[in-house]
């Protein structure tokens, strides 16, 4: 099993600024490696696949990079509707969740 | 649109039993793996099980082995989950969701809303 490793669990940062976000993985998963958004009471949403491609309709402003056991997902100047909780997801094993990272208004 | 409507959440018993269906449109069914994957209470997300396009493969979190089954009816574009055995820790919402063919894309580019199931006495 590979296990998800995310931090920190919060983060506060303010509109306009930057939020990075780290994913390590406990064994490699190459670059297979998703992120999703989620706000409460929806389902997740598909930002990031293959560790750095944008899903359909994602705005440039969210980018992910990394490859093997470190991950990072960076948000350019934060809009109000991108405080939220974010989950990396691994697919080269069964699949597995990281427990989130909640990005809050600082 | 593409969409994915689960139904048939509701509260159980601990050691009973539920089926939930997720019927699918705007898109091919019958082209894609389908999954089940649950969020507890103030809980992260976990995978529980998938099913390839044909039906012909099915694969279980270890969690879940021997008390759920996935199966799907491609000609009513419908994707169902059958669990028993329930305990406390099943409690969860369970989204169905769509991937691409093939183990190494498993990441869910589509998902349904949510059933909730609890499990209490």
């Known amino acids: 099993e590979v296990v998800m490793t995310q931090s920190p669990a919060t983060l506060s940062v303010s509109p306009g600024e930057r939020a990075t976000l780290s994913c390590r993985a406990s064994?490699?998963?190459?670059?297979?490696l998703a992120w999703y958004q989620q706000k409460p009471g929806q389902a997740p949403r598909l930002l990031i696949y293959g560790s750095s491609i944008r899903a359909t309709d994602i705005p440039a402003r969210f980018s992910g990079s990394g490859s093997g056991t470190e991950f990072t997902l960076t948000i350019n100047s934060l809009q109000s509707e991108d405080f939220a909780v974010y989950y990396c997801q691994q697919y080269k094993d069964w699949p597995s969740f990281g427990q989130g990272t909640r990005l809050e208004i600082k | 649109q593409v969409q994915l409507v689960e139904s048939g959440g509701g509260v159980v018993q601990p050691g009973g039993s539920l089926r939930l269906s997720c019927v699918a449109s705007?898109?091919?069914?019958?082209?894609?793996?389908m999954h089940w994957v649950r969020q507890g209470p103030d809980k992260g997300l976990e995978w529980v099980a998938v099913?390839?396009?044909?039906?012909?493969?099915?694969f279980y979190a270890d969690a879940v082995q021997g008390r759920f089954t996935i199966s799907r009816d491609n000609f009513k574009s419908t994707l169902f989950l059958q669990i028993s055995s329930l305990r406390d820790d099943d409690t969860a919402v369970y989204f169905c969701?769509?991937?691409?063919?093939?183990?190494?894309?498993?990441?869910?580019?589509?998902w349904g809303r949510g059933a909730p199931v609890t499990v209490s006495s």
């Open positions: 064994q490699s998963v190459s670059s297979n």
């Open positions: 969701a769509r991937s691409e063919n093939g183990y190494d894309n498993w990441f869910f580019e589509v």
């Open positions: 705007g898109f091919t069914f019958r082209s894609y793996s």
């Open positions: 099913i390839s396009y044909d039906g012909g493969n099915k």
